[in-house]
């Protein structure tokens, strides 16, 4: 019995897919949307292989876009082109055609849902904190002109949190990067660093480490300078300590900051 499902089975596949070859090669463009769509559809219902289904209505989108551009069946089919990309984890392509839908088609039914996954499809492609990020710099925009342009959306509370999970991995790259001059033990630089994301994102969580870790450059810097620089390095130093203290008296390094003020307090008297 088994062995008749499978056989079945396999028949059923290569006479799909000679079908399906006689209407990619046709050149009846009515055939190839509806046969389009309904692969589509039967993808988003999940009926079957969706990601294969998805794949064969690309192959057709492919052809049929620029045939009924300007069409009145081009709207539906471009949203469909893009969201096929999109279920297709190929963001890049989705994020451009999504575009491409939302500046061709203003007043679409689609267009909230267009504008949501192209800022999401930039979302997917923002890499790790650590690489070049320009398509978290682009991500960001684009779901902050979803949010301006669709203030009622109910896709609204995923917009917000998408745009802050990106807001934070700039706001990282730019922490790191500072975190990276204090560990080379270049505190000239770490300062100015920690200074600038200081100023540049005052709400970050990673504030409170900027403004520790800007003390201890400072402080490291102090005690390492020769005798006639060190008295006002080391007031430096309590200047920055002060700041940390006043906004996190109660933080996660203080009991480190306590203890190098009493190393910066023993040094000033001994000078």
Same mark, same amino acid.
């Given at each position: ?98 575009? $491409? /839908?939302? @500046? =061709?088609?203003?007043?679409? !039914?689609?267009?909230?849902? %267009?504008?949501?996954?192209?800022? #999401? ?27 301006? $342009? /669709?203030? @009622? =959306?109910?896709?609204?509370? !995923?917009?917000?949190?998408? %745009?802050?999970?990106?807001?934070? #991995? ?102």
């Amino acid at each position: 019995m088994k062995k008749v499902i499978l056989l079945l089975s396999v028949i059923f596949l290569f006479t799909s897919c000679g079908e399906y070859q006689k209407v990619l090669k046709s050149k009846d463009t009515g055939l190839k949307y509806s046969t389009a769509e309904n692969l589509y559809n039967e993808a988003k219902a999940g009926e079957g292989n969706s990601r294969r289904k998805y794949r064969k209505a690309l192959r057709l989108f492919e052809q049929l876009v620029p045939e009924f551009r300007g069409k009145p069946q081009g709207q539906k089919l471009t949203f469909m082109f893009a969201d096929t990309y999109y279920e297709l984890n190929d963001y890049f392509l989705a994020g451009y055609q999504f575009e $491409r /839908f939302v @500046e =061709s088609y203003p007043e679409s !039914e689609k267009l909230e849902e %267009a504008a949501f996954k192209g800022a #999401k499809s930039y979302y997917f492609l923002s890499p790790a904190y650590y690489l070049d990020q320009t398509e978290t710099i682009k991500g960001i925009s684009k779901m902050q002109e979803f949010i301006n $342009r /669709f203030p @009622e =959306s109910e896709r609204m509370d !995923e917009a917000n949190k998408l %745009a802050t999970e990106l807001r934070v #991995k700039l706001e990282r790259k730019t922490y790191e990067i500072a975190k990276q001059y204090h560990h080379t033990e270049s505190y000239v630089a770490a300062i100015t660093a920690f200074d600038n994301f200081i100023s540049q994102y005052p709400g970050s969580p990673f504030r409170e480490k900027a403004l520790y870790y800007k003390f201890e450059s400072a402080y490291l810097y102090a005690i390492n300078s020769y005798a006639y620089a060190m008295p006002e390095r080391l007031a430096n130093a309590r200047e920055y300590f002060e700041d940390y203290q006043r906004y996190y008296p109660e933080g996660e390094y203080i009991e480190m900051a306590n203890t190098a003020l009493k190393d910066i307090e023993t040094k000033e008297q001994q000078l």
